[in-house]
């Protein structure tokens, strides 16, 4: 009786490990509400370096108030890192001026860019666990 009652605690555990977990996502300095907010969500370095999320996220701006939005996405639990692009013209690309400088926001969770190099994936990686996952994000505009 108790090897079956430990059993059922087990897999019950387990199971709740594999659901999808809410992520509240606060983006914090978003310059105006034209566009959309593209979020590429990454599980390692190579997938980074690559520009090869494994998965991509579009929000509208429509609920942003003073440059702050907050949006909510499901991911199962894991290792994982948010490279945010502020597509002001919603063509699905990071646009550069003719020097190579960024002309759209971009962010990474809970990570604030201060040079102009990409960051390594490691960081702004964080980890999704069963229960309450929060991020926030900062925009950088050059």
Same mark, same amino acid.
């Given at each position: 009786?108790k090897l079956s009652l430990f059993i059922a605690a087990l897999l ?10 809410t992520i509240t996502l606060t983006i914090e300095g978003l310059r ?41 996405? &499901?991911? $199962?639990?894991?290792?994982?890192? !948010?490279?945010?692009?502020?597509? /002001? %013209? #919603? ?26 190099? &990409?960051? $390594?994936?490691?960081?702004?990686? !964080?980890?999704?666990?069963?229960? /309450? %996952? #929060?991020?926030?994000?900062k925009m950088r505009y050059i």
């Open positions: 009786m019950s555990l387990l199971s709740l490990n594999s659901q999808a977990q105006n509400s034209q566009g959309i907010v593209s979020v590429g969500i990454f599980k390692n370095q190579e997938q980074f370096a690559k520009e090869k999320p494994v998965k991509k996220q579009l929000f509208p701006k429509t609920t942003m108030k003073a440059g702050l939005l907050v949006v909510e996405l &499901k991911l $199962e639990p894991g290792n994982y890192g !948010f490279a945010l692009l502020d597509d /002001e %013209n #919603k063509d699905a690309k990071m646009n550069y001026n003719w020097i190579g400088v960024p002309l759209e926001g971009f962010g990474f969770s809970n990570y604030v860019s201060s040079g102009l190099s &990409k960051p $390594e994936y490691s960081d702004f990686d !964080f980890v999704v666990k069963p229960g /309450e %996952n #929060k991020v926030h994000i």
